[in-house]
C-alpha cells in the first residue's frame, strides 16, 4: 500500500515538474477602516439583531428596561447594576442547567467590527467565560465606543490569540437544507447589541 501511494505522488510529481511556480497569494485586502459606531449599528442590525446607542447616561435606564423582570445571568465582575433585575453572578460558576433556565445574559466585549457588525468575546473583563452567552436565550452585550474598529484586521491586532474568542454576528442562526432559517440552535435566538458612545 505504501508502494503504491509513493508512486502515485512521484507520478503526479513529475507530471507537474515542467509548470511554472504558483504565484503568491495577494494580500492587498483593506487593513485599516471607518469605524464610527453608525457603521457597526447598521451592520449589527443587518444581522436581526436590536441595536440601542446610548450616551453614558443613558446605559442604565436602557438597561433596566431591556432586562426589567428578568432573571439575567452576569460575570463575576460585571460593572453594571440594574435595578429591577434577578442577577444570577456565575461566582460560583453557575452549571448548564441555570444557564439555560436563565432569561438571558449581559456582558461586555473585547472589541467590535464596524466593517462587518461582529462583536469578539475574549472571556475578558465583564465577559466571564464563554458557555454564559451560549445557553441563555438572550444575550444584550455593551460595547463601548473605544472598542469599535473598522475592520478585521484591527481587530486582531487588539486581541490575544491564546485566549478563548467568540466572534459575534447576529443571533445564533443556522438553516436546513430548504434554507428555512432556525435561530437559537447554539447560541442564543436573540441579541441586544448597546454602543455607549465616549462621554
Known amino acids: ?105 449581559l456582558t461586555g466585549c473585547a472589541v467590535a467590527i464596524a466593517q462587518t457588525g461582529t462583536i469578539v468575546l475574549d472571556a475578558g473583563a465583564a465577559q466571564g467565560r464563554r458557555a454564559l452567552t451560549l445557553l441563555p436565550d438572550l444575550h444584550v452585550c455593551v460595547v463601548r465606543e473605544d472598542q469599535v474598529v473598522g475592520t478585521v484586521p484591527e481587530a486582531l491586532a487588539r486581541l490575544d490569540p491564546t485566549r478563548p474568542l467568540t466572534f459575534v454576528s447576529g443571533p445564533s442562526a443556522t438553516s436546513d437544507i430548504e434554507l428555512d432559517r432556525v435561530e437559537g440552535v447554539h447560541g442564543p435566538r436573540s441579541l441586544v447589541v448597546v454602543i455607549v458612545r465616549a462621554g
Not at 511556480?21 to 483593506?30: A, E, L, N
Not at 451592520?43 to 432573571?71: I, S
Open 1 to 105: 500500500m505504501a508502494d503504491a501511494r509513493a508512486r502515485i505522488l512521484a507520478d503526479v510529481r513529475a507530471a507537474l515538474a515542467d509548470r511554472p511556480p504558483t504565484p503568491p497569494v495577494p494580500r492587498g485586502y483593506r487593513r485599516t477602516g471607518a469605524a464610527s459606531v453608525e457603521l457597526l449599528a447598521d451592520r449589527v442590525a443587518h444581522y436581526r439583531a436590536a441595536v440601542r446607542v446610548v450616551e453614558p447616561a443613558g446605559l442604565l435606564p436602557l438597561l433596566g428596561d431591556v432586562l426589567a423582570g428578568k432573571r439575567v445571568v452576569a460575570p463575576a465582575d460585571l460593572p453594571w447594576d440594574v435595578p429591577g433585575v434577578t442577577w444570577l453572578r456565575d461566582d460560583p460558576p453557575l452549571d448548564v442547567r441555570q444557564l439555560d433556565g436563565s432569561d438571558g445574559v
